[in-house]
């Protein structure tokens, strides 16, 4: 059983900061992705931040030049910096690692910017 604990969420001003973790309970055999979805009440999920086995990473639009998503290996941990952050950001924040052919999530975590 693989669990992805996430921690880092809360509340925020406008132009603040936050940065997401997502620890996962151990490493995998064969890790194809990790990556970062959101939604927001009465809105479909959808995909923040994607990041590859091989480095590559691709955002939606939307956080193009505001978000970071980085891993460190030695902590089997998934990150998410979040800058310049905007009341359209608020949203519940998943953590999704695609791995030993499963989708594995995180229990999700609030992030609410306020104007």
């Known amino acids: 059983q693989v669990q992805l604990v996430e921690s880092g969420g809360g509340l925020v001003q406008a132009g603040g900061s936050l940065r997401l973790s997502c620890a996962a309970s151990r490493r995998f055999f064969s890790l194809n992705t990790m990556g970062w979805y959101r939604q927001a009440p009465g809105k479909q999920r959808e995909l923040v931040a994607v990041l590859t086995r091989s480095g590559i990473t691709n955002y939606a639009e939307s956080v193009k030049g505001r978000f970071t998503i980085s891993r460190d290996n030695a902590k089997n941990t998934v990150y998410l910096q979040m800058n310049s952050l905007k009341p359209e950001d608020t949203a519940v924040y998943y953590c999704?690692?695609?791995?030993?052919?499963?989708?594995?999530w995180g229990q999700g975590t609030q992030v609410t910017v306020s104007s």
């Open positions: 999704n690692v695609n791995a030993d052919g499963q989708s594995y």
